[in-house]
């Protein structure tokens, strides 16, 4: 059968060593190409054509199918003109650039009577369809959710190997090249075909968390939770920046136990029995026969549909997030994320996504593109910690880190965030708790602050619901996080604001060890802890300087300044917990020295602008009035 191929370069060069191995079955007849193609490049494959008019070509050669192996923009006016030729196509992955393109495709190809197959090399593989008869017969129970994990290290190089690697648009069209749209597509469409949501309607909802290590427009690294429309959740994570290369999977989580399939190897494997592999036929084959003599296609452009949807789920999502060089290990050819294979096993173990690992990188703050701050969501830490989501590192747009976490002095002091050392009658600050005519006392009355979701999302901030309860007993308020990060007319300004919903239908009451009998010990609420040992540490209001001047004034504003930085706290009515002798921390006081109790919600809002260097008083008041 003669067929003709459009890109016979990257990519295409692997069409090209197929198409030697299938001489006998198909002929080369022509070659479609923008570019010289180098002679060399076709040796084995006769003498075919070369024109850069693919619908000429296949009229002059009369090709009854085109092999499309080129950019992720081409492919549906490729198609479409394929298709119009009087050609079957097959079409490299992704299908399209976007779900409209697919929408195209799709219907140009059943309006002309003609196939249109997908390069999803995996969907050729006969352990698909024996993943899917494990799951209807039950082998593992009901399927509670379907993982993918696969971490592959890549080269600055890979990422500048074309004008359209890296990029989410080129030249106002749309490209989305990425981790999960690209190199590891096959991940997501195998996990999709598995499943039986392969089609289009079979996708209810997508959430995105997208990620550059890499210094490019689109992901290297990358964690989507689709929910299938009979709600079984299906989670997938990838990177590009892993050390070495850990084959791909799909694992599918039974409620009786879990098929792990590796299909790079079409490989299946259930709990811990036995591997077995199957075998796999070319999707150029199967075109072949499905023209010949009918035989069913086993990449349809219709068995494809779902994965469009996901991806233009991926296209309309928030453009990526940059994760720190802090972060990374730039010492070889590529950049590489120390853990992140491990990061991605739970992601697909856990059925995760990279902010509920509790990875910093996973939820920056990002101003004038840089990452300015980090929030760990579901920290690894014990019941005395009081386990809470808090922003750490908090970085100036210098570079400087101006939070601490877990200092020997205080290691239940998590960067910044809300601490309340009595509320309910729960330890929701960590460490000892102060017991009347007793003192600090190791009491078994920890809480927990539990992410539920973020309800919104995007570089500059996200809305966040938590719940604060002991575990084991019944949440006592649900909290309403809003945190923002914009540019100011110096450095940027953190916008922090909780509102806690009272669940317990009765007067909820806020203390802190100053009501228990400690003077000046009145923390509890909004709580930032600066690193200790930062030279020339002053603290000053527009009134008053020092600890012992500030501590307890209910001032606008109040600033925290050392040689290298200037925090600029501004709040309305809560006195000022303020440290700096013992160690650098300043907060809001809910409870300074009298109990607070609220009925149904308890509102508050600092903001918090973060400058490289010293200000002055004169600065600080400037800055927080305008801020």
Not at 4 to 27: I, M, S
Not at 319 to 347: M, N, T, W
């Amino acid at each position: 059968m003669r067929v003709v191929l459009a890109g016979a370069q990257g990519f295409g060069a692997h069409y090209l060593d197929r198409l030697r191995r299938l001489t006998g079955l198909v002929e080369l007849a022509g070659v479609c190409d923008v570019r010289p193609v180098p002679p060399e490049s076709l040796h084995g494959l006769g003498s075919p054509e070369i024109s850069a008019d693919l619908p000429g070509l296949i009229a002059r050669t009369g090709a009854e199918i085109a092999i499309l192996a080129t950019p992720i923009p081409t492919h549906a006016e490729l198609a479409l003109a394929a298709l119009e030729a009087g050609a079957h196509v097959l079409v490299e992955k992704p299908t399209a650039a976007t779900l409209a393109d697919f929408y195209r495709m799709e219907r140009a190809a059943a309006k002309a009577g003609l196939a249109c197959q997908v390069g999803f090399q995996s969907l050729g593989s006969a352990a698909v369809p024996a993943v899917r008869e494990l799951i209807a017969s039950g082998a593992i129970g009901r399927v509670t959710g379907i993982g993918v994990g696969g971490s592959w290290p890549r080269p600055a190089a890979y990422f500048t190997r074309s004008p359209w690697a890296g990029r989410r648009v080129l030249d106002g069209v749309d490209v989305v090249d990425g981790a999960l749209t690209n190199p590891f597509a096959h991940a997501l469409a195998t996990a999709l075909a598995v499943a039986g949501a392969d089609e289009r309607g079979a996708i209810a909802s997508v959430e995105t968390e997208l990620f550059h290590a890499n210094r490019i427009e689109s992901d290297d690294t990358s964690a989507v939770r689709v929910t299938l429309a009979d709600g079984t959740p299906l989670v997938a994570a990838v990177t590009l920046c892993a050390a070495e290369r850990d084959e791909p999977y799909v694992l599918v989580h039974g409620d009786r136990g879990r098929v792990r399939f590796v299909y790079t190897m079409d490989e299946v494997r259930v709990d811990d029995g036995p591997a077995r592999r199957y075998g796999r036929t070319d999707l150029l084959v199967n075109l072949v026969e499905h023209v010949r003599s009918g035989v069913p296609l086993l990449a349809p452009i219709q068995r494809t549909g779902g994965f469009m949807e996901v991806m233009e789920a991926i296209r309309l999502a928030p453009d990526p997030l940059p994760i720190a060089d802090d972060h990374q290990d730039l010492s070889g050819e590529g950049r590489v994320l120390p853990g992140i294979a491990a990061a991605v096993d739970a992601c697909a173990a856990k059925l995760a996504l990279f902010s509920e690992l509790g990875l910093s990188w996973a939820t920056p703050l990002v101003v004038r593109g840089l990452p300015v701050a980090e929030y760990v969501t579901s920290p690894d830490l014990p019941l005395t910690a009081a386990p809470r989501p808090y922003l750490h590192p908090v970085r100036t747009l210098g570079g400087a880190v101006v939070t601490e976490l877990r200092p020997d002095d205080h290691p239940h002091h998590l960067g910044a965030g809300v601490a309340v050392t009595d509320l309910g009658g729960r330890n929701f600050w960590g460490g000892r708790t102060y017991v009347r005519d007793r003192g600090p006392a190791w009491l078994d009355d920890h809480g927990v602050q539990r992410h539920v979701a973020f309800t919104e999302r995007h570089p500059a901030g996200f809305i966040e619901t938590l719940l604060w309860q002991r575990p084991g007993e019944e949440a006592l308020v649900r909290e309403e996080r809003t945190v923002r990060a914009r540019p100011a007319a110096r450095g940027w300004v953190l916008e922090f604001g909780f509102t806690l919903h009272n669940l317990t239908g009765a007067p909820l009451t806020v203390r802190s060890s100053a009501t228990k009998g400690r003077a000046g010990a009145g923390y509890g609420g909004f709580f930032w802890r600066a690193p200790a040992g930062s030279p020339g540490l002053r603290v000053f209001t527009a009134t008053a300087e020092g600890e012992e001047r500030v501590h307890g004034s209910r001032t606008p504003w109040l600033a925290l300044s050392s040689e290298a930085w200037t925090l600029l706290f501004v709040q309305g009515g809560d006195p000022w917990f303020v440290r700096v002798a013992e160690y650098p921390g300043v907060g809001t006081a809910l409870a300074w020295d009298t109990p607070l109790t609220f009925g149904d919600r308890l509102d508050r809002k600092v903001s918090v602008v973060v400058v490289d260097g010293r200000l002055s008083r004169q600065e600080a008041a400037e800055l927080a009035a305008g801020r």
